[in-house]
């Protein structure tokens, strides 16, 4: 039967790939190097919308840029104002640190794309337009302006997949902005996009309305992560429902936080994000 | 509707450059910026292609296209490589089983078919998702994209009767 030995010999095929790739991290040089194969494929799936794109901006009316830039200016002299008052504190705040010798809150940012094509959809994931080429490692941070997004767990040389703190299988560290209390948050993973926070202590003071926010590692210390909405009483432990701070499905522009000696083996990343 | 659906355009002489032509189009096709809506709905643009060409031109369209498509589709959706590749392998062996039985069916029993035939892919694709990212949910929404492929299948032939001013057989 040359039809089932050929059925076999593909199956065997495949089912090296795939170990070769998730287990022993074989292609892990050499995908970035096929990925500009496909590159073609990505760049004609997209052409369309930044088409559309580009004449949406091209025929916005003047008056409308006008006042944007009006805005604009007016919230750059307001930002400008916070950001002096802002340097006077970092300035002391790294004065204290150095007699207290902690270590400073150093860490590189970089800007990215999310693509409209989305990376995967069964699980919360979304793609960037920048990879390996723009410096991008697995297991950096991804945030917007108002929250933490989740974590580089792939990389190509010019594209990447981020897996969502919505997703079950990522976690990130946490403190109540009020009271530092450390939490562990991972993903609900059931489609709502919320976030759990497991193992809280029956006396820990934590109650709906919280604020969370990144306590560090490989997360931007103190960048917002969410909000409590709900205690969830239980035995022996203590859980709580809460609302990410990050619009995760509308966010366009992210920011990526390389925090210091970041740079990791996709393996480890995806073995420390769980 | 007549027995065979496509079977007439498809037997007309496929050469191998409309062949390779119609992946790259499913391939883009399948990275286009749907929005997540219609992401997640729409069918799966190269297995759909590559169960037509094995229906329809078994001899240039088996396994080794089956791993080419699916290794493509691995490196595009970043998916870890051999996932597509091995789902589209099961599939296509499913659809190498039941080929057969194409020039027999009307255009519902032939979706019916397609629906299968596609369900097998995302099925295997599930259970190698288990290796990768642990046990995910597992809902009826997993398979509409086969179920929209399906009804692909069934719309596509019409529209394109249409299209060339031909009236369906009633």
Aim: aromatic letters at 10%.
């Amino acid at each position: 039967m040359p039809e089932l030995l050929r059925f076999f010999a593909a199956l065997l095929f495949s089912c090296a790939l795939i170990v070769s790739d998730l287990h022993f991290g074989a292609f892990a040089g050499a995908r970035a190097q096929m990925s500009t194969l496909v590159a073609p494929f990505r760049l004609a799936a997209e052409l369309p919308v930044r088409i559309a794109d580009g004449a949406r901006d091209y025929l916005a009316q003047r008056e409308t840029l006008v006042r944007e830039r009006d805005e604009l200016r007016l919230l750059l002299a307001q930002e400008k104002v916070r950001l002096r008052s802002l340097d006077f504190f970092t300035a002391q705040n790294d004065e204290l640190r150095a007699r207290l010798n902690l270590a400073g809150r150093g860490g590189e940012w970089l800007a990215a794309d999310v693509a409209r094509s989305i990376a995967h959809p069964h699980s919360g994931r979304i793609r960037l337009n920048k990879g390996l080429d723009d410096g991008i490692s697995a297991g950096m941070a991804v945030v917007d302006n108002d929250g933490v997004i989740g974590q580089v767990v792939r990389v190509d040389s010019s594209a990447s997949v981020v897996r969502l703190l919505s997703d079950a299988n990522q976690g990130v560290a946490a403190r109540v902005r009020r009271n530092r209390l450390l939490v562990v948050l991972r993903g609900a993973g059931d489609g709502s996009g919320e976030l759990i926070a497991e193992y809280i202590a029956r006396t820990a003071d934590l109650r709906a309305g919280d604020e969370l926010v990144a306590d560090g590692g490989l997360f931007p210390p103190g960048h917002p992560v969410g909000t409590v909405i709900e205690r969830e009483r239980g035995v022996p432990y203590d859980r709580a429902r809460v609302e990410p701070s990050a619009a995760f499905s509308s966010s366009r522009v992210v920011l990526i936080y390389a925090a210091e000696g970041a740079a990791q083996t996709p393996r480890a990343a995806e073995a420390a994000a769980q | 509707m007549n027995a065979t659906v496509y079977g007439e355009h498809a037997e007309r002489g496929a050469p191998l450059l409309r062949i390779a032509a119609s992946f790259f189009i499913a391939l883009a096709l399948e990275f286009a910026p749907w929005g997540e809506w219609l992401f997640r709905h729409k069918p799966a643009f190269p297995a759909l292609a590559l169960v037509f060409w094995s229906i329809y031109r078994p001899r240039t369209v088996g396994y080794a296209a089956a791993v080419l498509v699916g290794v493509a589709t691995d490196l595009a959706a970043q998916t870890p490589l051999g996932f597509n590749a091995l789902a589209y392998c099961v599939m296509l062996f499913f659809a190498g089983h039941l080929r057969g039985r194409f020039a027999l069916l009307g255009a519902a029993g032939q979706a019916a078919h397609v629906l299968f035939i596609l369900a097998t892919a995302q099925m295997t694709l599930y259970v190698l998702g288990i290796f990768d990212e642990g046990l995910p949910q597992l809902t009826w929404r997993r398979f509409t994209p086969s179920l929209s492929g399906a009804a692909l299948w069934l719309a596509l032939p019409l529209l394109l009767n249409y299209w060339r001013g031909a009236r369906p057989q009633p």
